[in-house]
Protein backbone atom coordinates (compact mmCIF):
# COMPACT_ATOMS: atom_id res chain seq x y z
CA UNK A 1 0.00 0.00 0.00
CA UNK A 2 1.33 3.65 -0.93
CA UNK A 3 1.24 6.80 1.28
CA UNK A 4 -1.65 8.08 -0.50
CA UNK A 5 -3.42 5.32 0.15
CA UNK A 6 -2.94 4.87 4.00
CA UNK A 7 -3.13 8.91 4.33
CA UNK A 8 -5.81 9.44 1.10
CA UNK A 9 -6.43 13.16 0.13
CA UNK A 10 -9.24 14.97 1.11
CA UNK A 11 -11.85 16.84 -0.62
CA UNK A 12 -14.19 19.12 1.32
CA UNK A 13 -17.56 20.39 -0.08
CA UNK A 14 -20.02 23.45 1.60
CA UNK A 15 -23.30 23.92 -0.27
CA UNK A 16 -23.99 27.19 0.27
CA UNK A 17 -26.72 29.82 -0.76
CA UNK A 18 -26.01 33.52 -1.13
CA UNK A 19 -28.84 36.04 -2.07
CA UNK A 20 -28.18 37.48 -5.28
CA UNK A 21 -27.85 40.90 -3.46
CA UNK A 22 -25.09 39.83 -1.55
CA UNK A 23 -23.22 38.32 -4.74
CA UNK A 24 -20.38 40.74 -5.05
CA UNK A 25 -19.72 40.87 -1.54
CA UNK A 26 -19.60 37.09 -1.46
CA UNK A 27 -17.26 37.26 -4.58
CA UNK A 28 -15.01 39.83 -2.85
CA UNK A 29 -14.67 38.33 0.61
CA UNK A 30 -13.55 34.81 -1.36
CA UNK A 31 -11.29 37.34 -3.47
CA UNK A 32 -9.78 38.54 -0.06
CA UNK A 33 -8.66 34.66 1.10
CA UNK A 34 -8.23 33.26 -1.37
CA UNK A 35 -4.33 33.53 -1.57
CA UNK A 36 -3.83 33.94 1.77
CA UNK A 37 -5.73 29.95 2.11
CA UNK A 38 -3.35 28.59 -1.01
CA UNK A 39 0.02 29.78 -0.22
CA UNK A 40 -0.48 29.60 3.63
CA UNK A 41 -3.01 27.13 4.83
CA UNK A 42 -0.24 23.68 5.25
CA UNK A 43 -2.06 20.77 3.47
CA UNK A 44 -4.59 22.82 1.11
CA UNK A 45 -3.86 22.07 -2.62
CA UNK A 46 -6.78 23.37 -4.14
CA UNK A 47 -10.59 25.07 -3.97
CA UNK A 48 -13.36 26.03 -6.47
CA UNK A 49 -16.08 28.96 -6.00
CA UNK A 50 -18.61 27.60 -8.44
CA UNK A 51 -22.57 29.09 -9.33
CA UNK A 52 -25.53 27.07 -10.16
CA UNK A 53 -26.75 28.54 -13.25
CA UNK A 54 -30.04 27.03 -13.12
CA UNK A 55 -30.12 28.76 -9.21
CA UNK A 56 -27.93 32.07 -9.15
CA UNK A 57 -28.06 31.87 -5.16
CA UNK A 58 -27.18 28.41 -4.83
CA UNK A 59 -23.28 27.76 -4.82
CA UNK A 60 -20.66 25.07 -4.49
CA UNK A 61 -17.08 25.55 -2.57
CA UNK A 62 -15.02 22.65 -2.78
CA UNK A 63 -11.49 22.64 -1.33
CA UNK A 64 -8.70 19.58 -2.17
CA UNK A 65 -6.10 19.07 0.74
CA UNK A 66 -3.46 16.30 1.39
CA UNK A 67 -5.10 14.85 4.26
CA UNK A 68 -8.46 15.04 6.31
CA UNK A 69 -6.53 15.80 9.09
CA UNK A 70 -4.82 19.08 7.50
CA UNK A 71 -8.54 20.49 6.41
CA UNK A 72 -9.57 19.79 10.20
CA UNK A 73 -6.85 21.03 11.71
CA UNK A 74 -7.30 24.52 9.87
CA UNK A 75 -10.58 24.46 10.97
CA UNK A 76 -9.93 24.26 14.29
CA UNK A 77 -7.39 27.40 13.78
CA UNK A 78 -7.86 30.50 15.53
CA UNK A 79 -7.89 32.86 12.77
CA UNK A 80 -10.49 30.38 10.13
CA UNK A 81 -13.16 31.86 11.95
CA UNK A 82 -11.75 34.87 12.05
CA UNK A 83 -11.02 34.94 8.02
CA UNK A 84 -13.84 32.93 6.60
CA UNK A 85 -16.12 35.04 8.17
CA UNK A 86 -16.80 37.79 5.40
CA UNK A 87 -17.87 35.11 3.16
CA UNK A 88 -20.19 33.33 6.11
CA UNK A 89 -22.08 37.12 6.86
CA UNK A 90 -23.44 36.93 3.29
CA UNK A 91 -24.92 33.32 2.91
CA UNK A 92 -27.98 32.32 3.88
CA UNK A 93 -27.81 28.68 4.19
CA UNK A 94 -24.63 26.54 4.51
CA UNK A 95 -23.61 22.53 4.63
CA UNK A 96 -20.09 21.03 4.99
CA UNK A 97 -19.58 17.24 3.88
CA UNK A 98 -16.19 15.72 3.93
CA UNK A 99 -14.67 12.97 1.97
CA UNK A 100 -11.22 11.40 1.49
CA UNK A 101 -10.43 10.52 -2.31
CA UNK A 102 -10.17 6.44 -2.39
CA UNK A 103 -9.88 6.78 -6.89
CA UNK A 104 -9.35 9.17 -9.09
CA UNK A 105 -9.30 8.55 -12.90
CA UNK A 106 -6.14 9.76 -14.81
CA UNK A 107 -4.76 8.42 -18.12
CA UNK A 108 -3.94 4.86 -18.66
CA UNK A 109 0.02 4.34 -18.64
CA UNK A 110 1.39 4.25 -22.06
CA UNK A 111 2.12 0.33 -22.54
CA UNK A 112 4.70 -1.56 -24.99
CA UNK A 113 1.99 -3.76 -26.01
CA UNK A 114 1.89 -4.44 -30.29
CA UNK A 115 -1.13 -3.32 -31.38
CA UNK A 116 -3.52 -6.48 -31.60
CA UNK A 117 -3.69 -8.85 -34.83
CA UNK A 118 -6.59 -8.74 -37.16
CA UNK A 119 -8.08 -11.31 -38.33
CA UNK A 120 -8.93 -11.39 -42.31
CA UNK A 121 -11.81 -13.87 -43.44
Known amino acids: MNEQQNDPRARVVFLIRVPRARTEDFLRAYEQ ?7 GVPGHLVDQV ?6 PE ?3 ITSEWRT ?3 FE ?3 RSPGHRELARPMRDC ?8 FVVRQQTTARPATHDPAPATVEG
Open 33 to 39: IRYEVAE
Open 68 to 70: LAD
Open 50 to 55: CQSPAD
Open 73 to 75: AWE
Open 91 to 98: MTEARSLR
Open 58 to 60: QWL
